[in-house]
């Protein structure tokens, strides 16, 4: 009779768990978003970081690149489809559909 309430205790424990897991999770949202760095960061603008292992790590969640590096290093596609050099100094990128470029 013991061992039988007991497995009635642990079923019960586990409904209770599944329950109260499922309920979080169908009211979770993503309103915040909590990120632990060892140091603060510096800047959000990417020109003026000097901060590769902080800075970088969040700035990297914030924007999107033009163009990315695959694993053998290559570029690979990012925000621009293709892109190509003009001269030295000038550069001609396609950009995806439907983002707009603003300066």
């Known amino acids: 009779m ?10 019960i424990l586990i409904m209770t768990l599944a329950v109260s897991l499922l309920f979080s999770i169908s009211t979770a949202t993503a ?9 603060d960061v510096n ?3 990417p020109h003026k ?6 800075d970088l790590s969040v700035i990297s ?6 163009v990315n590096r695959s694993p053998d290093l290559k570029l690979s596609p990012g925000l ?6 003009k001269d030295d100094l000038t550069w ?3 950009f995806r559909t439907p983002y707009l470029w603003e300066e």
């Open 2 to 11: 013991m061992i039988q309430k007991q497995k009635i205790g642990v079923t």
């Open 31 to 39: 309103e915040i978003v909590t990120i632990g760095l060892v140091t």
């Open 43 to 45: 800047t959000l603008d």
């Open 49 to 54: 970081t000097a901060t590769v292992g902080t």
């Open 61 to 66: 969640h914030l924007y999107t690149n033009l």
């Open 80 to 85: 621009a489809l293709s892109w190509e050099t």
């Open 92 to 94: 001609h990128f396609k």
